[in-house]
């Protein structure tokens, strides 16, 4: 069964705009929650992540915001760009455990 | 090398005949992953190595599939008796970090893409 859900499954957001990308877990012993980009004929790479104890983490045009209580985190993408169109990923993990269970991803679309 | 790679980067099979899919990772990783990427779907695990062992092989989705690791480097990823089902996109991935020593960063590879006719 899918540890995380994730939606929606597809995006299409104008240069400029903002994506944001949900997703949502049952599981409270996950505590690492990290977003990893796909471009199409590459694998994923790891684009994010976040640990419980903060709310919110920012790289550059990159927020992640996490909600503990409602066990929800989601991927924001401000200033969108053409080249942020990709398949984005969330996952979850438990820190004594190997396994990162992946949500089934969004792909998004920047158009210019 | 810089990278995991992966060969071959597209396999077309006749259903019934064995493939055989070839992952190095990054030197010095000594957990690999291999996770498999169906049209639309997530990132569906498959197995986990740590150095040569695989404690965990629960992915594998029938007794058609195996895989192995040797020298603690190279894996292979054998499907035998293929079947149209199987086409997917095949990851490896690797990491430096053992469980319970934080954030494990995966590492991927550009996928081996499986079609079966």
Redesign the interface.
Known sequence: Q?QVK?SP?SLIVQKGGISIINCAYENTAFD?F?W?QQFP??????LI?I?PDVSEKKEGRFTISFNKSAKQFSLHIMDSQPGDSATY?CAV?R???????????TTVTVRA | GAG?SQSPSNKVTEKGKDVELRCDPISGHT?L?W?RQSL????E?LI?F?GNSAP?KSGLPSDRFSAERTGGSVSTLTIQRTQQEDSAVY?C?S?LV???A??????????SRLTVL
């Open positions: 899918q994730q499954q690492y990290p990893y004929g590459k694998g994923p790479a790891l992540a640990r990923f993990l820190s004594n455990d190997y396994k990162l269970s992946f949500g089934a991803g | 995991v957990a992953y996770y639309g779907q997530g990132l695990f986990y740590q965990d990851l991935a990491s053992s469980p319970g934080g954030a494990n960063v995966l590492t991927f590879g550009a996928g």
